[in-house]
């Protein structure tokens, strides 16, 4: 800190630094602190203090947003300022903590040079004469924009103390003694001036500047008293400002005390109420909060069978609430763990339908077809019967969206009269979703299962755990893993949530998972689930669901009752053949409910009473057709035979083709023999083609040996639709069947469709999805199909009217294929 020494301030000093501010000008005999950071205007104040001249002029800005020290141009501030001595300085480096005292009002003038302002004419006449250093010099050419003012003093009107200034004088001392009993901030501050005696009071000037520094007026307001030459009016204004202040300190005064009142209110109705509680707890008329919650978890555990390692625990946690306080964080968690521990649903069971007449009356109803879920679900209750009792099991319903998985596990909940709670864990990467928070975390709660157990009231409902083969896996964990533990039969008797850290027993649960596909369920998992193939519906099973489901869904949610809106079976044949070839009958449903919507808007616009949808309109309710026929080829060429493909949404026909790329004596020795493969195919496709390639060279030569056709041809293999990937090992067979008839020119017999995989030596191996790729080989109007023969059992177990009118040859070895492919070889 550096003290400036004492030393008279001059009368007369033409030119000072201008240090801009924006709010509270100083006035003259009252001191103010002030924080410089500006570089060039602390380098200046640092030197004019160090050459013992410490002076300065206080401008207010005209600009209130302008938080910059020095203004450019004097047009930015006002031209009556304050004349300035710094008394002390502290230096901080980059900034000063100033502490200046205000003098007189000085006016400014113009802009002169600043390099030689503080060379000669900032040195009074009594100093030695200052002379300029080269690094002064350097300085001085930094700081030269700095603003420095020729300033001139500003001086007051003469007056006379005449009745009128002694009266406003009088008012202004007694305005200042009313605005210190409301506001005793100001009393230490005011404590010299109202105890001064007649010398301040009579100070007309001084009164009126103390009077104008004690209030908050707007700064424009407080310029004007500085401005102002004529005392009686500097004096009003003063006292105006005053005035304005002892108002808001009444208004302040007013709210505090409003404030106070109501929390003395308040604070005196709680001590009443702690006092009226202790008084009925005293008397017997009324329990404490926490005699009242342990009663309420008490009596919900009277009828309840809560096995002795859950009520071990209750019994510790209801001592420790006793001893916590009401508003303590403990006591709060303390009281919602007991609050889970005491709504979960201990020993209560609902009673089970177990009569198989009943709950297959309820699946029939419910829905058409699905013969394997309802077949095992009879099952299921036939051995609860013998055995007296339920057991927990897991099934897992696998296949094409839309075949009604989800939906058949909530009829499955009604026949069996139990619970029903669903919870999809697609794109679940949380596992505390499953097995609940630790309850050391803000906001901890159980997982989905105990939660279930709660809002069923039941140990054993029907859990529908739905999207399995969608689970996520995200840095929360694997919720895939943890279901590892609560879906397996010998483990879920003692399950453990996190939250509630006691094993529950969930054994007595049924549980149902719904998966669209099976690979991409983890093998544990999927090892630990009962796996039932939900397949899709052919035509005549689609026409069944929606003359039965969806005629009466559709008519619901329109209210076109009473047969107002008539379908014919031909209609709906052309909307299931031509619209919605799909597995499932999801897209079925929204055609059907678009027809209806349809005619809804027909029989208010055109006030018609009903309407009838027949093939010849149905285009006028949805559009025309998206499919017209899966065939490429109504009879296929050399070269080119139909394959069955099994998908997500189903199954499906793709073709084979081959060519022959260019002539065989093209004289290229290098691709001679060789085969391209293209069709967007994955690599087990890839691999099974060139495996098929291999064999059949092997098995056209012991046929043909006469024929080096494939030794010498250039074949070109494609699967049409490019932009579809395909993949799996299904079509060797088909591919072997393409490349013979490229070779012998002779294509294969009409309407024949086959499936299967080839090994190197002529075997033919079993597939998957026989049911889905039978399905789409009828719908293109296929009549012959060769399976292999360890999928016999696969197709015996089809539906009859699936089987009817099909044609079906089972094969062992690729040389009965040939035979079949080709009867006239």
């Known amino acids: 800190m550096t003290a400036v020494k004492a030393n008279s301030v001059p009368d007369v000093f033409p030119k000072i630094p201008v240090i801009a501010i924006t709010r509270n000008p100083v006035f003259p005999k009252f001191h103010k ?11 200046n104040l640092r030197r004019k203090v160090n050459l013992k001249l410490p002076y300065a002029g206080i401008f207010l800005k005209k600009d209130e947003s302008n938080e910059n020290e020095v203004v450019k141009s004097l047009d930015e501030i006002y031209q009556v300022g304050t004349f300035v001595k710094i008394e002390e300085m502290v230096d901080q480096g980059d900034k000063l903590r100033l502490l200046v005292s205000g003098h ?12 030689s302002s503080f060379v000669e004419e900032d040195i009074p006449k009594e100093t030695n004469t200052y002379v300029v250093k080269d690094e002064e010099s350097e300085l001085l050419s930094k700081i030269e924009n700095v603003l420095m003012v020729e300033v001139e003093n500003f001086n007051h009107d003469e007056y006379i103390k005449n009745d009128e200034i002694k009266a406003m004088t009088s008012e202004m001392v007694q305005t200042i003694r009313d605005i210190i009993a409301l506001n005793p901030i100001y009393r230490e501050m005011l404590h010299h001036v ?28 407080l310029q004007k008293v500085i401005e102002e030459t004529n005392v009686p009016n500097r004096m009003m204004l003063a006292l105006s400002l005053l005035k304005k202040e002892l108002e808001l300190s009444k208004l302040q005064k007013k709210i505090g005390r409003e404030v106070e009142e109501k929390v003395k209110k308040q604070h005196r109705e709680y001590i009443l109420k702690e006092q009226l509680k202790i008084i009925k707890k005293e008397l017997g008329l009324e329990k404490d909060d926490k005699d009242a919650i342990v009663e309420k978890f008490q009596a919900r555990l009277k009828n309840l069978i809560v096995p002795d390692h859950v009520m071990e625990v209750i019994k510790e946690e209801i001592s420790k609430l006793s001893y916590l306080d009401h508003h303590s964080s403990e006591f709060n968690v303390t009281r919602n763990y007991l609050d889970w521990l005491t709504c979960l649903p201990w020993g209560v069971q609902t009673d089970e339908n177990l009569e198989l007449k009943q709950a297959r009356e309820i699946l029939e109803e419910d829905h ?12 299921f209750i036939a051995v609860s019967n013998i055995k007296g009792r339920v057991q927990g099991k897991i099934l897992c319903f696998y296949g094409p969206p839309g075949v009604g998985k989800t939906s058949i596990a909530k009829s499955i909940a009604r026949a069996l009269n139990r619970q029903y709670f669903r919870f999809s864990v697609g794109g679940m990467s949380d596992i505390a979703e499953i097995k609940g928070h630790r309850r050391t975390y803000v906001g901890a709660m159980p997982g989905k299962l105990i939660q279930c157990l709660k809002k069923t009231k039941s140990e054993n409902p029907l859990i529908l755990i739905d999207e399995v083969d969608k689970i996520g896996r995200g840095s929360q964990g694997d919720p895939s893993s943890a279901l590892l533990e609560l879906l397996d039969p010998e483990q879920n008797a003692n399950f453990l949530d996190h939250y509630l850290d006691v094993t529950v027993d969930m054994s007595k649960v049924l549980f149902i998972c719904t998966a669209n596909v ?32 969806l005629v009466k869904q559709a008519e619901e949610h329109t209210g076109l009752t009473d047969n107002k809106v008539n379908i014919n079976d ?6 299931i053949k031509s619209y919605c070839r799909e597995s499932g009958v999801r897209n079925l449903q929204k055609q059907v409910e678009k027809i209806y919507r349809k005619s809804a808007y027909k029989i208010v616009h055109d006030k018609v009473d009903t309407i009838s949808v027949t093939p010849d309109n149905l285009e006028e309710y949805v559009g025309t057709p998206k499919f017209y026929s899966d065939r490429l080829y109504d009879k296929t060429p050399p070269g080119v035979v139909t394959g069955l493909a099994w998908t997500s949404m189903g199954g499906s026909t793709l073709f084979i083709e081959t060519v022959l790329k260019k002539p065989l004596d093209d004289g290229n020795e290098k691709e001679k023999g060789s085969l391209e493969i293209t069709g967007n195919l994955g690599n087990v496709m890839k691999e099974s083609a ?17 024929k080096d056709y494939l030794q010498k041809a250039s074949i070109h293999l494609h699967v049409p639709e490019g932009a579809t990937p395909k993949d799996g090992p299904s079509a060797g067979c088909t591919i072997v069947t393409a490349l013979v008839s490229l070779a012998l020119n002779e294509p294969v017999r009409d309407n024949l469709a086959m499936t299967g995989e080839v090994s190197l030596t002529g075997k033919v191996l079993a597939v998957g999805g026989i049911k889905e790729k039978i399905i789409a080989a009828k719908r293109v109007g296929i009549n012959t199909i060769i399976l292999p023969e360890e999928n016999r059992k696969d197709f015996v177990d089809l539906q009859d009217f699936i089987k009817e009118d099909l044609e079906a040859h089972f094969v062992k070895h690729y040389n009965e294929v040939f ?7």
């Open 368 to 379: 058409y077809g699905m013969e394997d879920v309802k077949k095992r679900i009879l099952e």
């Open 690 to 706: 060139q495996l098929a390639y291999t064999f059949t060279k092997s098995f056209f030569t012991q046929q043909y040996p006469e």
């Open 104 to 115: 007189r009002r000085r006016r400014n003038g113009r802009k002169n040079d600043v390099k």
């Open 33 to 43: 602190m002030l924080e410089v950071s500006d570089k060039l205007l602390v380098d």
């Open 194 to 221: 109202l105890h001064a005696g007649q010398k301040v009071s009579d100070d007309a000037i001084y009164m009126s500047d103390l009077s104008a520094a004690l209030t908050s007026g707007d700064p424009e307001e």
């Open 819 to 825: 035979k079949i492919a080709f009867p006239n070889l």
């Open 570 to 575: 031909e209609a709906m044949n052309i909307l």
């Open 518 to 549: 099976l690979e991409t369920v983890p093998e544990p998992l999927r090892d630990r689930m009962e796996l039932i193939d939900v397949s899709g519906y052919v035509a005549e099973e689609k026409l069944a669901i929606a003359n039965k489901y």
